[in-house]
């Protein structure tokens, strides 16, 4: 177990991943589509810089109390992180980028060999159905990293 800290939180869906929506770079067992719940046997995708982590990596991320799977590659993502968010079929539009937005956050951390029963937040924090919920309450920005290890 190994924290990464000082990990810049941004988040990314369907309408803002250019022409490639929700496929991601690596199939991860996911057919190359961005999805999961969060848990550890459903890790939500994240897209990260070329070689900041192992495609397919398994990490948990105290921010949102979830496990988060490197799935994508971030070509402009120095210091930083994307998770996916909303639907892996529909477009949140405006609404969905504005939640994104509300959701990102500077000075996080990342744990790198995660145990398999960390707590996981049952709630998104963007909502994945059609109409775009955001939910700023599910996320934790408050946190002691050191218990995680």
């Known amino acids: 177990c190994t924290p990464v800290l000082n990990v810049f939180h941004d988040f990314y869906g369907i309408p803002d991943n250019g022409p490639w929506g929700s496929l991601t770079s690596y199939d991860c067992g996911r057919k190359y589509i961005a999805g999961g719940s969060g848990t550890f046997d459903d890790p939500l995708t994240f897209a990260s810089p070329t070689g900041a982590y192992k495609a397919c990596e398994v ?8 496990y ?11 210091g930083k992180i994307k998770v996916w968010t909303g639907s892996a079929t529909v477009d949140g539009g405006r609404d969905q ?12 951390v990342l744990i790198r ?29 408050s946190y002691f990293y050191q218990g995680y290890c």
């Open 97 to 108: 980028i504005a939640c994104e937005n509300l959701l990102a956050a500077r000075n996080q």
């Open 59 to 66: 990490v948990y991320d105290p921010y949102l109390q979830k």
């Open 113 to 141: 060999k995660p145990a398999n029963n960390l707590k996981v937040e049952s709630k998104y924090s963007a909502a994945k159905g059609g109409k775009t919920t955001c939910n700023t309450r599910a996320v934790f920005p």
């Open 68 to 78: 988060l799977r490197n799935e994508a590659i971030c070509f402009n993502c120095s």
